[in-house]
């Protein structure tokens, strides 16, 4: 096998679902999507996709960016190069938080702000359920399905407790040994060609 097939996925016919990640393909060399993991939370044919990086934490927290913010002892994560100025949310509260959308299992898009709010203050938010993103990814229709035909991307599954409970600079690299095959090649791909 030529070394350059290592880096190459075959057969990338996946149609990748919501509460599936995208695995940022090891030379995407991107301020945004290099080596990103990708939640996606709607895939649609007709209006297109979007989702949120999982992994790519910023050195700020949620009291930082608003006066009308509590202290969470967490970071925001960087979740996408769309919107940046605004704040999305994931957390495990469910119906506890009115107006939440189900991604999967155990997790849970959006809701109302003000319940999140309480939930910082009386205690019971805490990293390992609620995570702040800044920005999004998104997609037209037809854009995501011509990447991966294209071997940007590769689709993987994730659970809630590996979203919540993983530390995120580890994300790419445990989700690429989960992948297997020969995508636990693309940890040895280095992070910047130059430097090999």
Known sequence: MDASELFTIKSNTTKPFEGQVLLAEP??????????????????????????IINKPLSVQIDRLSDELPFFDAPVFAGGPVDEDRLFFLH???EQVPESIKI??????????????????????????????????????????????ENTWAVGNIDTQQIMNTRPQKMW???????????????????DPRMN
């Open 104 to 149: 999967k299992d155990g997790l849970y898009w959006g809701g109302d702000f003000d319940t999140i709010k309480s939930l910082i203050i009386s205690g019971q938010a805490n990293k390992s359920n609620l995570r702040f993103f800044l920005g999004y990814a998104g997609w037209e229709s037809g854009q995501l399905e011509k990447e991966l035909k």
């Open 173 to 191: 690299d445990i989700m690429t040994l989960q992948l297997g095959g020969r995508y636990r090649y693309w940890r040895l791909f280095p992070k």
């Open 92 to 94: 495990t509260f469910g």
């Open 27 to 52: 030379m995407l060399n991107s301020l945004h999507f290099g080596r990103s993991v990708i939640l996606l939370i709607e895939v649609s044919p007709k209006e297109g996709c979007f989702g949120i």
